[in-house]
T-cell receptor, first 112, second 113 residues
């Protein structure tokens, strides 16, 4: 499974757009990129998943350049409730790739 | 929908005791897994199962056993608890296939004294 690198922490003020970038230089051709969010004392929660270009849902956007060696999670107009740890995962390619490999994630702190 | 249910939510064990953490899902997912999360760390995979009767080891399997007799249940057994097993344990389930989203339980906070 591809290794990912993301910033350990980020701070942002309420109402700002936050972009968290994840590097995955050895991503495989069939790998998907997935982001999870984890609040304290809770299990991770799926946010968004994509393969290439741009994916948008009701909570976030995911930007993936053509070479797919990185991806950026974009959270529009963050609020205090977006304070959490965000994990970037790469994988899921093929029938045998069931494992989710979590790094340490990015701790986002939203400041009033 | 209940999703993934873990019990108990909290547990204190003495060193050497054994216990079973329960995990149940009602989404008919084939794939289930157990993770542990230590303070300030990401999740590490302990064991996983791709279907009833099939289990395999993850990154940190020592000291833990699992079984999968039904699609719904995936219990994690601590054989002889050690202080190093103090952690928060999460169970997850998902369907197999490339784009499946994983669903996590609320976690079991285990302290071994």
């Amino acid at each position: 499974l591809a290794k990912t690198t993301q910033p350990i922490s980020m701070d942002s003020y309420e109402g700002q757009e936050v972009n968290i970038t994840c590097s995955h230089n050895n991503i495989a051709t069939n790998d998907y990129i997935t982001w999870y969010q984890q609040f304290p004392s809770q299990g991770p929660r799926f946010i968004i998943q994509g393969y290439k270009t741009k994916v948008t849902n009701e909570v976030a956007s995911l930007f993936i350049p053509a070479d797919r060696k990185s991806s950026t999670l974009s959270l529009p107009r963050v609020s205090l409730s977006d304070t959490a740890v965000y994990y970037c995962l790469v994988g899921f390619s093929g029938a045998g790739s069931y494992q989710l490999t979590f790094g340490k994630g990015t701790k986002l702190s939203v400041i009033p | 929908n209940a999703g993934v249910t873990q019990t108990p939510k909290f547990q204190v064990l003495k060193t050497g005791q054994s216990m079973t953490l329960q995990c149940a899902q009602d989404m008919n997912h084939e794939y289930m897994s157990w993770y542990r999360q230590d303070p300030g760390m990401g999740l590490r995979l302990i064991h996983y199962s791709v279907g009833a009767g099939i289990t395999d080891q993850g990154e940190v399997p020592n000291g833990y056993n699992v079984s999968r007799s039904t699609t719904e249940d995936f219990p994690l057994r601590l054989l002889s608890a050690a202080p190093s097993q103090t952690s928060v344990y999460f169970c997850a389930s998902r369907t197999t296939g490339g784009r499946a989203e994983a669903f996590f339980g609320q976690g079991t906070r285990l302290t071994v004294v």
